[in-house]
Structures are given as structure tokens and as C-alpha cells.
């Protein structure tokens, strides 16, 4: 009884590090900018797809094709922003939210189709000579690829944290969510700072899509629902609160195994979006958040 | 005759045509597309009245749509009436939506649009859990199948949205509806009640997408019950409200019928590739004509009078002047 239930609060620990990997991405891009961008699930899935085919054609470790992954994804968003996302900058706030999600929708359109027929609709994973390892402690089984995501996803919150704190660009980037206007007077470039968070939030995408590849499969119809964890996620924590939002992943992610465990898996989904509208509605500042104004 | 006149007269002439429309053409897959059009027509203009002329995005609009189908389904194969069955869809989304209002409308912005979009795919996985097994016409049924009054409902729950739009955006309610859309504050602060008005479009729009959802279920010979709930149907509606021009009434009855027939023409002409070529079309459509084609439309006519005025106005001055005549730029 008891270690089948540690074994499903352990997964749902290790999946929900990456929900929050993906939604410190979405969070950090929608709090500075404001760009609801719908696409990002798709964003997530093109990070798996990179990984998995320098994995299959070249045979390099998924682990070590991280940093490839980042520049790839890096690169697709600063086109994407160049090319979409930019016209949006000098729009109100309600345009701006609104306009953006609508380039969202056809841009998934657009990227789950380019997927489907470039890499055809069969789940695929990266599966590596160690992927069938896993340490047993106390009953409870841990694939090693799975804590290695764990790890990664917990190194990437650090490095992003110290890069908010402690470099120009991250302070530039935080003086813009408190309030852009006196950031603008300050001499921020708000262009600048737009175009840094939504690439920094498309590699953060990548890098939970290349760690979606390794320790479970994608699929190019993966998009949606990984924009809805996203988005659930980012509720949860509250905006702007990376640790609050990796955590809430992390919530989430226990959530739902916990209820695979008891009530089967039909209803995972819906249990995580239950607890996400209760949140939104009495705790609309996240769980972690401070009420303002 | 008065501007209302003529317009009234070229409703009544468009809705003589689209009746007419199926007894002339032969091509059954042509009724079948003029079915669809219809369709999407009604889940677009049901959708802009909350998301239009209120102003919340409503991210949950195949909820409504859905609960349309499945009670209209349910009632209808147990044997009610036609008429009963569409009503009793109509109501079980009405009864959703105001179970749902009141905290949703507690959200707003981008909020009310995740709220709602949550809700939807509670639905949309609940249903599937359900109902996982194929709804299809029984044989007898089946046996008597005409597409004809299949059109004629679509054409007539269609008719029923645009005309209930129009009421309802030239009524005192519809101007307190887009006065909470313009400025939420600023209405309440003239007394007028946002979390009212929005309840009231947010009903009206459901009733009718649910009636467009019984008109589905009257439609199809087979689904799965899950289907409608999808939220492919909420994307599609607020797609072709933007692309039409949204807080219209004529923007999303364009946005439909340019969205069913370009899809339709692109998917026979690019096969695999149509679907990424209608999101350009969809993008360039938001980036450049952010007002949809009513807006484009208006800006038209207005550059084309200015350009009439500017021509006369040369005109008039080439005559006084002596110099060689310059036609304008």
C-alpha cells in the first residue's frame, strides 16, 4: 500500500519538475511582455524533436545535445519575435494579450503540421543505452534518466535565477516586470528586454521538450496540452515567482499521480484543472504569490 | 426608403437565396459544404456576443457547444421531438453557463481566458471518460435521411444567432454590454451592473451555440460524443469572429464563410500542406487587418472617398488656376 503510493508521489515529482521547467518559461516571457503565447507547448515539442533526431541520426547523447537544443530554440524564437510577436509590443495591454494569443493559435497550427508531415504522427522517445536503469530505494523504483532530468530542470532554475539577480540583462529584465514605464525612463530598452525574455522562455521550452524526449515520448499533437500545463502552472505559482512556479509544477505533477493511483487515469487531467480553477478564483495572486494593489 | 427598409428587404432577399440555395444546386457535397458554412456562421456569431460585444475571451465556447449535442442527441434517439430536443440543448448550456458565471466572471483578461479554456477541457476529458462509444443514427433512422431539413435547421439556428445579435447590440443591453467591454470601472461607476451584463451575454451566447450543438447532432450520422467538446471548435469560432471583425454583426458571418470555404478550397488544392497555409493566412489576417475584414472594408471606403474628394478638390482648383493640369496622387 504504502510504497505504491511513495512510488506515485515520486513520479509525480519527476514529471511535475519538468511542468514547471515549461511553465518558468511561459511565466517569465508572459510576465515581462504580456505575449499569451499559445504556441509554447509547440515550442516545447520542437525542443523534443531536435533532441531526438540529433539522438537518432548522429547518435549524441541527449544530455549532451542540451546546449544545442538551447541555441536551436533560441534561434526560432528570436525569428518568431522578429517576425510576429514584435508587432505587438506598442499594443495596450488587452490587444496586446489578445492579438498575441490569436498569433498563438496559428502558430501551432502552423508548427504541429510542419511537424506531422516532416516527422509523421508516431510517438517517438529517446531511448538511450541507460534508459532501463533505474535505483531502488526502499521499493521505490527511480530511472536514472528521469533524476537526471530532475537535476537539469533544477540547474536551469538556478542559472536562471542567478541571471535575473545578479547580470544587467536579468536586473533589466525584472525593472521592466515591476513597471515598464519607469523602466523605459531608467534607460532600459524595453525592445531589448522583450526580445530576451520571449528567446529565454522559448529555450527554457526547449530544454523541457529535449527532457520530455528522454524520459517520456513527444508527439507533434503534444502542443495543446503542454501550453495547458503551462498556463495551469503558472496560475498555481503566480506570476513572476520562478521558485513558486517550479513548485507548483511539482504540485501538479503529484496531483495527478496521486489520483492516477487512486481513481485511474481517466481523470488525471481533470483533477489538475479542478485545483488550477479554484486557485484562479480564490487565489488569483498563485499559491505562492503576495496579494498587491 | 429608410436605411432599416432597405436593409430589412436585403436580409429577406439573402434569406430567400440561402432557401433556395439547396433546390437549385444538385451536388449534394455543395449542400453539405452550404451546411457548414451555416454552421460555422452561428458558432461564430454566438461566440461574438460575449467575446465581441462584451469583450471576455471566451476560451470555453465548445462547452456550450457540446453540452448542444449531447443533450439534443440524447432526447432526440429517446424519441422526443425535434423541437423539444434543440430546446432542451439549449437550456442544459444555459444552465452550464450560469453555473459557471458567476466565479468565472470573478477572472479578467487573460485570466477569464485560461479560466475558461480550463473548464472546457474539464468537460471535453469528462465526456470522453463517459460516453466512450460511438454515437450513431440507429438504422431506421438512417434509412430516412434527408440533408434537406438538416439544412434548413442549420440555416434557420443561423438565422435565429445573426438576428438575436443584432436585437441584442441595438438594445439598451447590448450598449451596456459594450460599454463593460469599453471600460468595466467606468460602466459600473454610471450604475451599470458588469457582472449583469455579462451573465447576459454570456446565456445568450450559450443558448445559442447549444442550439447550433443540436443542430450538429441532428446532422451527423456518427461521432463520438467527446467530439464536439473538443476545443478545436472554441479556436475555430474565435478565429473566424477576428478574422470577420469582432463586435459586429456582419464580421463574423464573412469570418465564417471565408473560413469553411478557403479551408475547404485550400484542403482540395494543397492536400497535406493546407493547414499550415491557412495559419499564415490567419496571422497575416491579425498582423495586418487587426480589425478583421469589416474594419479593412471601412478603411477602404474611407480612403476611397477621401480619394474622390481630393480628385474633385484638384479639379476645382485646376480650373481657376492656370497651370497644367495634375492628376492627384
Same mark, same amino acid.
Given at each position: 500500500?504504502?510504497?505504491?503510493?511513495?512510488?506515485?508521489?515520486?513520479?509525480?515529482? !519527476?514529471?511535475?519538475?519538468?511542468?514547471? +521547467?515549461?511553465?518558468?518559461?511561459?511565466?517569465?516571457?508572459?510576465?515581462?511582455? $504580456?505575449?499569451?503565447?499559445?504556441?509554447?507547448?509547440?515550442?516545447?515539442?520542437?525542443?523534443?524533436?531536435?533532441?531526438?533526431?540529433?539522438?537518432?541520426?548522429l547518435g549524441v547523447d541527449p544530455f549532451l545535445t542540451l546546449p544545442t537544443t538551447l541555441v536551436f530554440l533560441g534561434l526560432m524564437g528570436v525569428l518568431l519575435y522578429k517576425l510576429l510577436f514584435s508587432r505587438m509590443v $506598442?499594443?495596450?495591454?488587452?490587444? $496586446?494579450?489578445?492579438?498575441?494569443? +490569436?498569433?498563438?493559435?496559428?502558430?501551432?497550427?502552423?508548427?504541429?503540421?510542419?511537424?506531422? /508531415?516532416?516527422?509523421?504522427?508516431?510517438?517517438?522517445?529517446?531511448?538511450?543505452?541507460?534508459?532501463?536503469?533505474?535505483?531502488?530505494?526502499?521499493?521505490?523504483? +527511480?530511472?536514472?534518466? /528521469?533524476?537526471?532530468? !530532475?537535476?537539469?530542470?533544477?540547474?536551469?532554475?538556478?542559472?536562471?535565477?542567478?541571471?535575473?539577480? /545578479?547580470?544587467?540583462?536579468? $536586473?533589466?529584465? /525584472?525593472a521592466t516586470v515591476e513597471d515598464w514605464a519607469a523602466a523605459t525612463l531608467a534607460g532600459i530598452d524595453i525592445d531589448k528586454v522583450y526580445l530576451e525574455s520571449f528567446v529565454l522562455g522559448a529555450m527554457l521550452a526547449g530544454v523541457a521538450g529535449a527532457l520530455v524526449g528522454v524520459g517520456y515520448s513527444i508527439v507533434p499533437t503534444m502542443g495543446l496540452e503542454w501550453t495547458l500545463i503551462a498556463l495551469i502552472v503558472m496560475v498555481l505559482g503566480g506570476l513572476g515567482n520562478i521558485m513558486g512556479t517550479f513548485v507548483g509544477g511539482i504540485i501538479l505533477g503529484v496531483t495527478q499521480s496521486v489520483t492516477s493511483y487512486f481513481a485511474g487515469g481517466a481523470y488525471r487531467e481533470v483533477v489538475g484543472l479542478l485545483i488550477f480553477l479554484l486557485v484562479l478564483v480564490f487565489r488569483p495572486q498563485g499559491l505562492f504569490g503576495t496579494k498587491q494593489g | 426608403m429608410s436605411k432599416k427598409a432597405v436593409?430589412?428587404?436585403?436580409?429577406?432577399?439573402?434569406?430567400?437565396?440561402?432557401?433556395?440555395?439547396?433546390?437549385?444546386?444538385?451536388a449534394k457535397s455543395i449542400v453539405n459544404l452550404g451546411c457548414l458554412v451555416l454552421l460555422y456562421i452561428a458558432l461564430a456569431s454566438s461566440w461574438n456576443i460575449l467575446g465581441g460585444y462584451? =469583450?471576455?475571451?471566451?476560451?470555453?465556447?465548445?462547452?456550450?457547444?457540446?453540452?448542444?449535442?449531447?443533450?439534443?442527441?440524447?432526447?432526440?434517439?429517446? @424519441?422526443?421531438?425535434?423541437?423539444?430536443?434543440?430546446?432542451? #440543448? =439549449?437550456?442544459?448550456?444555459?444552465?452550464?453557463?450560469?453555473?459557471?458565471?458567476?466565479? *468565472?466572471?470573478?477572472?479578467? #483578461?487573460a485570466y477569464f481566458a485560461i479560466g475558461t479554456l480550463a473548464l472546457a477541457q474539464i468537460l471535453y476529458v469528462t465526456v470522453g471518460n463517459v460516453f466512450p462509444m460511438l454515437s450513431a443514427l440507429p438504422s431506421q433512422v438512417l434509412a430516412n435521411y434527408q440533408l434537406l431539413p438538416r439544412y434548413y435547421l442549420f440555416l434557420g439556428v443561423a438565422a435565429l444567432t445573426v438576428t438575436a445579435s443584432y436585437l441584442l447590440a441595438n438594445s439598451r443591453l447590448g450598449l451596456g454590454m459594450m460599454a463593460v467591454r469599453e471600460e468595466e470601472d *467606468?460602466?459600473?461607476?454610471?450604475?451599470?451592473?458588469?457582472?449583469?451584463?455579462?451573465?447576459?451575454?454570456?446565456?445568450?451566447?450559450?443558448?445559442?451555440? @447549444?442550439?447550433? @450543438? @443540436?443542430?450538429?447532432? %441532428? %446532422?451527423?450520422?456518427?461521432? %463520438?460524443?467527446q467530439l464536439p467538446f473538443s476545443p478545436v471548435w472554441t479556436f475555430d469560432a474565435v478565429m473566424m469572429a477576428y478574422v470577420g471583425g469582432t463586435g459586429t454583426i456582419v464580421g463574423p458571418i464573412v469570418g465564417g464563410a471565408f473560413y469553411v470555404i478557403v479551408k475547404e478550397y485550400l484542403a482540395l488544392k494543397l492536400v497535406e500542406l493546407h493547414l499550415i497555409v491557412f495559419g499564415i493566412l490567419f496571422i497575416l489576417v491579425v498582423l495586418f487587418l487587426p480589425g478583421g475584414f469589416v474594419e479593412a472594408w471601412a478603411h477602404l471606403r474611407k480612403a476611397l472617398a477621401r480619394r474622390a474628394a481630393q480628385r474633385q478638390a484638384s479639379l476645382d482648383s485646376g480650373e481657376r488656376r492656370a497651370g497644367p493640369y495634375q492628376p492627384g496622387p
Open positions: 500500500m504504502l510504497v505504491p503510493l511513495a512510488q506515485n508521489v515520486v513520479s509525480g515529482i !519527476l514529471v511535475g519538475a519538468l511542468y514547471g +521547467l515549461a511553465a518558468v518559461g511561459l511565466s517569465l516571457t508572459f510576465g515581462v511582455t $504580456k505575449f499569451l503565447n499559445v504556441a509554447h507547448g509547440e515550442l516545447l515539442m520542437f525542443g523534443g524533436y531536435a533532441s531526438f533526431w540529433a539522438f537518432t541520426l $506598442k499594443a495596450t495591454e488587452d490587444v $496586446k494579450v489578445k492579438n498575441t494569443m +490569436l498569433i498563438g493559435f496559428g502558430l501551432s497550427l502552423i508548427l504541429q503540421n510542419v511537424a506531422l /508531415r516532416l516527422w509523421t504522427a508516431n510517438d517517438r522517445a529517446i531511448t538511450t543505452s541507460y534508459s532501463g536503469m533505474a535505483l531502488t530505494v526502499f521499493g521505490v523504483r +527511480l530511472p536514472v534518466v /528521469r533524476l537526471a532530468n !530532475l537535476v537539469i530542470a533544477l540547474v536551469c532554475l538556478v542559472a536562471l535565477h542567478l541571471f535575473l539577480q /545578479r547580470t544587467c540583462t536579468g $536586473k533589466a529584465i /525584472r | 436593409a430589412l428587404v436585403a436580409l429577406l432577399v439573402t434569406l430567400g437565396l440561402l432557401a433556395a440555395f439547396p433546390l437549385l444546386v444538385a462584451t =469583450g471576455q475571451t471566451n476560451l470555453g465556447h465548445a462547452a456550450f457547444f457540446g453540452l448542444g449535442t449531447l443533450a439534443t442527441r440524447l432526447l432526440w434517439l429517446s @424519441g422526443r421531438p425535434l423541437w423539444l430536443s434543440l430546446l432542451g #440543448g =439549449g437550456s442544459l448550456a444555459v444552465v452550464f453557463a450560469l453555473l459557471i458565471g458567476i466565479p *468565472a466572471f470573478r477572472l479578467r #483578461g *467606468a460602466a459600473e461607476s454610471l450604475g451599470v451592473s458588469a457582472l449583469k451584463h455579462k451573465l447576459v451575454a454570456l446565456s445568450a451566447s450559450a443558448f445559442l451555440a @447549444g442550439l447550433a @450543438g @443540436g443542430a450538429f447532432a %441532428y %446532422y451527423h450520422v456518427g461521432y %463520438y460524443p
